[in-house]
C-alpha cells in the first residue's frame, strides 16, 4: 500500500492506524532516515543537511532502504510506504522491486489544501523519545510540551520550521505529484481520500471503507 500526499497530509498518522488494522509493517523512509541521522552513520552524515533545508535526499539512498527493508521477513504479507516514493525514478525503481517479489500495489492519496498543510506543520510536535506525533491544535498532549507516554519533552522537527515548510511543498509541487500521473498511466488501483476534514479516525474510517477493512 502506498500513502501518497503532501507533507502534513496525515501520511503518518493514517499509517499508523493501518499498521494497527492491518498488521503489515509501516515503512517511513522519514523516520529511516532520521534514524540514521540521530545514529551518526555515513548514511546520516551524508542526508542531514538536505533534510534540514527541506529538499529531497538522493534516489538511489532512499532506494537502497526500501529495497533493505522490504526483504525481511516481517513484509512477506505486504506493507505500508510512507513517504516513498517520492520522485519518478523512485516510483520506477519501486515498480521494479514490486514485481520481481510478486507484490500488487495500490496507492491511497491524501488531499488535503495547502493552507491546512502549513498550519498542521507549524503545529506539529512528536516525542524524541518515542515518535508520537501531537499537534498543538487538534491532538495536543495531555501537559504541555511533554510526551503523554514517556514525558519525554516534545521537540519541533528541524523540517518543520515555517521556511523549510515551503521548500518541501515545493519539491512535492514539481517532484511528487507528477506520480500521480505515473499511477494514473499504469492503471493501478488508485484511491482519493479527503484529508482536509474530520479527525484523524474519522479519515481513517474513509479508507478503511473504501478498502473495505473489517
Ligand atoms: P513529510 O512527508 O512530512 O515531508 P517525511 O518524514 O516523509 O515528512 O520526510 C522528511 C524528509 O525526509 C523529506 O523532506 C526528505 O528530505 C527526506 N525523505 C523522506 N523520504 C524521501 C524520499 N522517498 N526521497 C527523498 N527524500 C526523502
Do not use: W
Not at 107 to 122: G, M, N, P, Q, S
Not at 156 to 185: C, G, M, N, S
Request: glycine content about 10%; hydrophobic content about 35%; charged content about 30%.
Amino acid at each position: 500500500m502506498i500513502l501518497f500526499g503532501p507533507p502534513g497530509s496525515g501520511k503518518g498518522t493514517q499509517a499508523k492506524l493501518l499498521r494497527a488494522a492491518l498488521g503489515i509493517p509501516h515503512i517511513s523512509t522519514g523516520d529511516m532516515l532520521r534514524e540514521r541521522i540521530a545514529s551518526g552513520d555515513e548514511l546520516g552524515l551524508r542526508v542531514k543537511g538536505l533534510m534540514q533545508a527541506g529538499r529531497l535526499v538522493p534516489d538511489d539512498a532512499v532506494n537502497q532502504l526500501v529495497a533493505d527493508r522490504i526483504a525481511q521477513a516481517d513484509c512477506r504479507d505486504g506493507f505500508i510506504l510512507d513517504g516513498y516514493p517520492r520522485t519518478l525514478p523512485q516510483a520506477a525503481y519501486l515498480e521494479r522491486l514490486l514485481e520481481e517479489r510478486g507484490y500488487r500495489h495500490l496507492v491511497i492519496h491524501l488531499k488535503v489544501d495547502y493552507t491546512k498543510v502549513i498550519a498542521r506543520i507549524a503545529g506539529r510536535r512528536v516525542c524524541p523519545a518515542c515518535g508520537t506525533l501531537y499537534s498543538l491544535t487538534s491532538n495536543p498532549p495531555r501537559q504541555p510540551d511533554l510526551c503523554d507516554r514517556d514525558g519525554a519533552r516534545l521537540v519541533i522537527r528541524d523540517d518543520d520550521r515555517e521556511e523549510v515548510i515551503r521548500e518541501r511543498l515545493e519539491a512535492y509541487e514539481r517532484l511528487t505529484r507528477p506520480l500521480l500521473d505515473f499511477y494514473r498511466q499504469r492503471g493501478s488501483q488508485l484511491h482519493e481520500v479527503d484529508g482536509s476534514d474530520g479527525t484523524p479516525e474519522e479519515v481513517f474510517e474513509r479508507i478503511r471503507g473504501l478498502l473495505k477493512l473489517q
